[in-house]
């Protein structure tokens, strides 16, 4: 018995140590363009600026691994997005929204993943929801197996459905299939 009791208090350590290793942190602040004051300043002071992150701005994001860096970027927002075909539809009682996203590799290692599995939408009352297999009218799908070298990028469209009274608030993005420690977020409207 003791050395089951052992064993979950070590687990329950490790857990803790590795969670305290890598504190998660949700970014909102949006980079800024060279040679461009941040939004809300002069040229004459730049301060950092103070809205958060909206369609069409970029956030840089790092992941688990050394050399893992993108600039991602919502660069349309679709409510409601619209079925490309007759067949596919949302639920009853449901709608699809969309969002277009380029991710471009700043790092020095390839980005590998199924950027769909790191991002999900959230509306005014706290209820997050995740992506949804959809092809819509907005334009084509982000890949499901994305291998981004350094410099290059990779754009599409990730589709999540909603009910249909939901206000849809924020998106999230999160490099590793959702497990880096670092997340990017957007308003939307």
């Avoid at 390839?110 to 991002?119: E, I, M």
Wanted: proline share 6%; glycine share 8%; charged share 20%.
């Amino acid at each position: 018995m003791r050395t089951h009791q052992a064993a979950a208090l070590l687990a329950t350590a490790v857990a803790v140590a590795l969670t305290a290793c890598s504190p998660a942190e949700i970014t909102t602040k949006p980079d800024t363009k060279a040679g461009t004051p941040a939004v809300g300043t002069s040229s004459a002071a730049p301060t950092p600026p103070t809205q958060a992150a909206t369609v069409g701005d970029t956030l840089t994001l790092k992941g688990n691994n050394d050399g893992e860096q993108l600039a991602v970027t919502i660069k349309k927002w679709v409510d409601p997005a619209q079925s490309d075909n007759e067949f596919m539809k949302p639920d009853d009682g449901k709608r699809w929204v969309s969002a277009q996203f380029e991710l471009v590799n700043t790092g020095t290692a390839v980005y590998s993943d199924s950027p769909s599995n790191g991002t999900q939408v959230a509306d005014d009352q706290g209820q997050q929801f995740q992506t949804t297999f959809a092809e819509t009218k907005a334009g084509p799908a982000m890949t499901s197996a994305a291998k981004v070298a350094p410099g290059a990028k990779v754009l599409g469209w990730i589709t999540y459905e909603v009910p249909k009274d939901s206000k849809i608030v924020k998106v999230q993005f999160t490099m590793n299939s959702g497990f880096a420690s670092q997340t990017g977020e957007w308003t939307v409207k």
